[in-house]
């Protein structure tokens, strides 16, 4: 009889035991500080980049990376001036703690752009030049990108630093051999704009016949963009389809 009370009870033991192990398990951790700062940051940083839907600088296109948060892949395209007709892709990196104060977010071009404020070995923008210090009440993802810009439009390079040495002096005395040097990049960008690089979200496609009849129709048969239906869009895309390979074949 107590042989068999003592097993009860190692039981009753083993069974409370086991729910207080269960209970621990299920238990969410509680979390710290650093972690709530860190979700804020998240938070800010997705709300700029919301914002950018309306205040991006005209030209430049940003999207996000799908595997982390603070990268970003985008291009400009150049519509007048020296750089002309360039599409140039790009990287942007915001660091952990961004935006805290000197977390400078960073551009890595992919591929070579000829300009004083781009590095010649590693391609990235001289952020720091513009930037001396980084402050997170006046700083943002648009300002970094509205000095993206601002570097392929810029005139007068003499009061300038510089990441490429060459190019600022080539700039300044030799306008002429600056523009051949210009010509090649830009020619460049326009080369490899359907390369696409791995983990890129920022791809640009060869336009498609398809592309070009669906456009056709859409100008020819749409005339009230606001008003036109889900299913009158579809329509027009087989249409579009129909019409691209009875031309192919």
């Known amino acids: 009889m107590i042989r068999h009370s ?8 083993s069974s409370e035991e086991g ?5 621990s398990k299920a238990a969410a951790p509680v979390p710290t500080s650093a972690d709530r ?3 804020l940051r998240d938070y800010k940083l997705t709300i700029e980049y919301k914002s ?17 948060m603070r990268i970003f892949h985008g291009f400009i395209l150049i519509r007048r001036g020296l750089y002309a007709n360039g599409i140039f892709k790009f990287q942007l990196q915001v660091p952990p ?8 977010p960073q ?3 992919a591929t070579f752009v000829y300009n004083p ?23 943002y993802l648009v300002t970094i990108l509205t000095f993206l810009k601002k570097i392929f439009y810029t005139k007068d390079w003499s009061s300038s630093s510089a990441f490429n040495l060459e190019a600022k002096a080539l700039a300044i005395q030799n306008p002429n051999l600056y523009r051949k040097m210009v010509d090649q990049c830009v020619a460049q960008s326009q080369e490899t704009m359907f390369d696409n690089f791995k983990g890129s979200t920022a791809i640009i496609k060869e336009d498609q016949p398809v592309y070009a009849t669906f456009r056709y129709l859409l100008k020819s048969k749409v005339h009230d963009a606001g008003s036109v239906s889900r299913n009158a869009l579809i329509d027009l895309i087989e ?3 129909t019409n691209s390979e009875a031309s192919e074949s």
């Open 19 to 23: 729910v207080v192990s269960n209970d």
């Open 52 to 68: 950018l839907k309306q205040n991006a600088p005209g030209g430049v296109f940003l999207i996000p990376s799908l595997e982390d």
């Open 239 to 241: 249409e579009a389809k």
């Open 117 to 139: 404020l781009v590095d010649p070995v590693t391609w990235k923008l001289d952020v720091k030049s513009a930037f001396p210090t980084w402050s997170p009440q006046n700083h």
């Open 6 to 13: 003592a097993a009860n009870n190692s039981s009753n033991r």
């Open 37 to 39: 700062e860190q979700a």
């Open 107 to 109: 551009i890595t071009f």
């Open 97 to 104: 703690n961004y935006n805290d104060k000197n977390t400078w």
